[in-house]
């Protein structure tokens, strides 16, 4: 398996910024496909961007000029820049290896997700 770990979350105000890490096992990551899910209570997961292992990058378009997908394949890590944050972006976020999709059923690894909390 590939172990996926998320930090960075926490609780911020409404127009804030917060940016989240994914990292992951060295050699078979920088082959990978990722991407961010995020999981609001009482909604089901729903994609948020997705970055290829070649940097291709595929965006929701609710967060297209908000949110910037990026990954550092030498560190083994996945990055979610989240600008203007709003209170309707409170959700848990989870990171996910797979191929390149915005279908969270297409995602065999996961990690365990981080809880951004933004109040207004």
């Known amino acids: 398996q590939v172990p996926l770990a998320e930090s960075g979350g926490g609780l911020v105000q409404a127009g804030d910024s917060l940016s989240l890490s994914c990292a992951g096992s060295g050699l078979i990551f920088s082959q990978l496909d990722m991407a961010w899910f995020r999981q609001a209570p009482g909604k089901e997961r729903e994609f948020v961007a997705a970055?290829?292992?070649?940097?291709?990058?595929n965006i929701a378009d609710w967060v297209k000029g908000r949110f910037t997908i990026s990954r550092d394949n030498a560190k083994s890590t996945m990055y979610l820049q989240m600008n203007s944050l709003k209170p309707e972006d409170t959700a848990v976020y989870y990171c996910?290896?797979?191929?390149?999709?915005?279908?969270?059923?297409?995602?065999?690894?996961w990690g365990q997700g981080t809880q951004v909390t933004v109040s207004s």
């Open positions: 970055i290829g292992w070649l940097y291709s990058t």
């Open positions: 996910a290896a797979g191929p390149m999709s915005r279908g969270s059923d297409d995602y065999t690894y």
